[in-house]
């Protein structure tokens, strides 16, 4: 048996080969999130530094003891679990403290990955399923926030703009550069589209996910805005703002948890970008990219099944 016989990927006919390996697309995706890794080390400086080490080094740590306990090859050299550790830590405040930082990483490889059957079983985005743990394990560390260069403790643009303090929001144009308050990969949004455009020219992530659940986050907080009185800006400030370039372009596009079929894939990004909004401004919480996913993780399968292509020269159960 070669190296070519570990490709096939099950998925909608037809199928075509790919020299692309695991290995090599989560290269890739390193690569692609380089950019925001910068942003956030020029922004928040040592304490970025420190909770993207703790979580990379812990998500990679628990893999080895999890795959070694459970008698498996043990695969870290295919980076997932480095990608999966530099996720989670961009869903964090530089202020968490490290043995947070620590529990939420081992339990995105534990019980995010591993106890589903590794990489390729798992159900849920694992950097999410540990951001969901923490947020309600220790809320008030993981809702407190401070500017990016001069550390002062702060509101996130989306809590300002939950609260009515419109006068005190950030312009657009520093949420574009990533001078605002927030979580260490969420603040910088040019540097999320730079690793975007990269991905989606090396052809690893689908354009129908993030831009049907950007597009429908878009267009509802626009409508919505127009009732309220409130201009293009709005719109344009829920989409800068927050984890959602992070979550529609890195986390919805996870291959694992996310539709095989085209017409899978629209209703996936727009069932996301309809949950976010109405927690964004229904919920508790001014940020709902996380649960979105998380929510619409679960109903993939039943949207394969769905919307699965008829076999060529099959007759209709319904004809």
Not at 60 to 80: P, R
Not at 147 to 156: F, I, K, M, N, Q
Not at 274 to 290: A, D, F, M, N, S
Request: glycine share 10%; proline share 4%.
């Amino acid at each position: 048996m070669n190296n070519q016989d570990n490709l096939l990927i099950i998925s909608s006919s037809p199928h075509l080969h790919s020299r692309n390996s695991v290995t090599t697309a989560m290269r890739d995706v390193l690569i692609a999130l380089t950019p925001a890794l910068i942003a956030s080390l020029y922004f928040f400086r040592l304490a970025a530094a420190k909770v993207i080490l703790t979580c990379i080094f812990v998500a990679v740590l628990s893999e080895v003891i999890a795959q070694k306990i459970m008698k498996k090859e043990v695969t870290v050299d295919d980076y997932s679990a480095v990608v999966t550790g530099l996720l989670l830590a961009f869903c964090l405040p530089a202020t968490l403290p490290l043995w947070m930082a620590a529990v939420g990483a081992g339990t995105a490889i534990i019980i995010g990955k591993q106890l589903f059957g590794g990489l390729g079983n798992n159900i849920f985005n694992p950097a999410l399923v540990g951001r969901a743990v923490l947020l309600a394990s220790w809320p008030v560390a993981m809702t407190t926030w401070t500017t990016s260069l001069d550390g002062v403790t702060t509101a996130t643009p989306l809590g300002m703009l939950k609260g009515g303090m419109v006068e005190q929001l950030p312009s657009l144009w520093q949420l574009f550069t990533g001078n605002v308050g927030g979580s260490l990969g969420e603040t910088c949004a040019l540097a999320l589209i730079i690793g975007a455009l990269y991905l989606l020219y090396k052809g690893h992530i689908n354009w129908r996910i993030p831009f049907s659940y950007l597009g429908t986050v878009f267009v509802l907080t626009a409508l919505l805005g127009a009732f309220k009185g409130e201009g293009l800006w709005y719109p344009c400030y829920h989409l800068l703002a927050g984890g959602l370039l992070l979550g529609a372009f890195f986390m919805a596009t996870d291959w694992v948890t996310s539709p095989l079929t085209k017409k899978g894939k629209f209703i996936f990004g727009f069932g996301c970008g309809l949950l976010t909004v109405l927690i964004r401004l229904k919920g508790g919480y001014p940020e709902g990219v996380c649960y979105s996913i998380l929510l619409m993780n679960m109903v993939t399968p039943l949207l394969d099944r769905y919307t699965k292509a008829r076999v060529f020269g099959g007759v209709s159960k319904h004809a």
